[in-house]
């Protein structure tokens, strides 16, 4: 069959589509899928240009959405037919995160072998039920950006209808957390270095917006947009870069998600500034399996769709990367079979 993998030491150069054994029939717990879909995303592109290393004839792809071709013995939870998404942790089934998942050892695209391949067999917690009539690219786009969008506002955030929610650029998240905030009935704060964009987020019912690149001390902006009180939530994709700021746009007792690492892994950061503001500074990494399924029953509930930006051909996974890393993409970029 065929999969894309990663020549090392890694680059966009190294991606290449090859001849893999086909994974055969699943054994007991096991369900056997045809991917369809994968979507692109940050962690991905680490791999693939060789920043985050991994092992030799690695397949890439931590999402991946399809169809069940085949179960093993004992699994009661899918039947063929079944449309699927794949976990970002199979080892994290419920509750709160724990050591198994402080890194990527179980993660598909990088401590084990990806989606970016035409069949997979994994055990069933690998997968959970896709959102009734949503496309496989659609379905996609759940897996690691939407369900830590989820998991940022929602779980651990505890959002509330009126709350106010900063984000952070027109990413995968970021365009997910918006739809989730406006959902529940809270206020959104939306910044992009592009007016384009923002009058993109504001039709997706952003209701204030911010040029950071026009208004680089956009804190300020923030708190004059909420009467000096700054906001409930920042989804902060940023990193250091930008985390600064996002402290400084909090109200007292408001809540930061620390998300991404787009401007480097390290910084200075006011503490004592988080300390006056008793600001909660959470990090994390995606979610449960668990915590998919209730995201996914939510999805059904509220009719939001994802935004894709542009689909690519899974042989073009390397033409994918390089237009996700050009920063032209609004919401997200998928690849199909």
Same mark, same amino acid.
């Given at each position: 069959?065929?999969?894309? @993998?990663?020549?090392?030491?890694?680059?966009?150069?190294?991606?290449?589509?090859?001849?893999?054994?086909?994974?055969?029939?699943?054994?007991?717990? +096991?369900?056997?899928?045809?991917? *369809?879909?994968?979507?692109?995303?940050?962690?991905?592109? =680490?791999?693939?240009?060789? @920043?985050?290393?991994?092992?030799?004839?690695?397949?890439?792809?931590?999402?991946?959405? %399809?169809?069940?071709?085949?179960?093993?013995?004992?699994?009661?939870?899918?039947?063929? $037919?079944?449309?699927?998404?794949?976990?970002?942790?199979?080892?994290?089934?419920?509750?709160?995160?724990?050591?198994?998942?402080? #890194?990527? /050892?179980?993660?598909?695209?990088?401590?084990?072998?990806?989606?970016?391949?035409?069949?997979?067999?994994?055990?069933?917690?690998?997968?959970? *039920?896709?959102?009734?009539?949503?496309? #496989?690219?659609?379905?996609?786009?759940?897996?690691?950006?939407?369900?830590?969008?989820?998991?940022?506002?929602?779980?651990?955030?505890?959002?509330?209808?009126?709350?106010?929610?900063?984000? =952070?650029?027109?990413?995968?998240?970021?365009?997910?957390?918006?739809?989730?905030?406006?959902?529940?009935?809270?206020?959104?704060?939306?910044?992009?270095?592009?007016?384009?964009?923002?009058? *993109?987020?504001?039709?997706?019912?952003?209701?204030?917006?911010?040029?950071?690149?026009?208004?680089? +001390?956009?804190?300020?902006?923030?708190?004059?947009?909420?009467?000096?009180?700054?906001?409930? #939530?920042?989804? +902060?994709?940023? /990193?250091? /870069?930008?985390?600064?700021?996002?402290?400084?746009?909090?109200?007292? %007792?408001?809540?930061?998600?620390?998300? $991404?690492?787009?401007?480097?892994?390290?910084?200075?950061?006011?503490?004592?500034?988080?300390?006056?503001?008793?600001?909660?500074?959470?990090?994390?990494?995606?979610?449960?399996?668990?915590?998919?399924?209730?995201?996914?029953?939510?999805?059904?509930?509220? %009719?939001?769709?994802?935004?894709?930006?542009?689909?690519?051909?899974?042989?073009?996974?390397?033409?994918?990367?390089?237009?996700?890393?050009?920063?032209? #993409?609004? $919401?997200?970029?998928?690849?199909?079979?």
């Amino acid at each position: 069959m065929k999969a894309l @993998t990663l020549t090392q030491p890694g680059g966009l150069e190294q991606i290449v589509v090859s001849e893999v054994a086909d994974p055969g029939q699943p054994g007991p717990g +096991e369900i056997r899928v045809a991917i *369809k879909a994968s979507s692109l995303n940050f962690h991905d592109l =680490l791999v693939a240009n060789g @920043t985050v290393p991994t092992e030799a004839d690695r397949i890439l792809m931590s999402d991946g959405a %399809g169809i069940v071709e085949a179960i093993g013995d004992g699994v009661m939870e899918f039947a063929v $037919g079944d449309s699927v998404v794949s976990t970002f942790f199979p080892n994290w089934v419920a509750g709160k995160a724990f050591a198994g998942v402080g #890194h990527f /050892g179980h993660t598909p695209g990088d401590g084990v072998q990806g989606m970016a391949a035409e069949f997979v067999v994994r055990p069933v917690n690998a997968f959970t *039920k896709a959102p009734q009539g949503w496309s #496989h690219a659609e379905s996609a786009t759940i897996t690691t950006a939407a369900l830590t969008a989820w998991r940022a506002l929602v779980v651990d955030g505890q959002l509330k209808a009126g709350a106010t929610v900063l984000t =952070l650029g027109t990413g995968g998240v970021s365009i997910a957390a918006i739809q989730i905030a406006k959902a529940m009935g809270a206020r959104v704060i939306a910044t992009s270095s592009s007016d384009e964009k923002l009058a *993109k987020v504001k039709a997706l019912g952003a209701d204030d917006v911010i040029n950071y690149r026009t208004q680089p +001390e956009w804190a300020q902006e923030v708190l004059r947009m909420t009467d000096g009180l700054g906001v409930d #939530h920042v989804v +902060e994709v940023g /990193g250091p /870069g930008t985390l600064a700021q996002s402290i400084n746009a909090i109200r007292v %007792g408001g809540h930061i998600a620390l998300i $991404g690492v787009l401007t480097g892994v390290q910084g200075d950061l006011p503490t004592a500034t988080l300390m006056a503001k008793q600001g909660r500074l959470q990090g994390l990494i995606v979610a449960s399996r668990q915590d998919q399924q209730e995201f996914i029953t939510a999805l059904e509930q509220n %009719g939001l769709r994802p935004v894709i930006d542009k689909t690519f051909r899974f042989e073009q996974l390397a033409e994918a990367f390089a237009y996700q890393a050009s920063g032209q #993409h609004f $919401g997200k970029v998928c690849v199909e079979w």
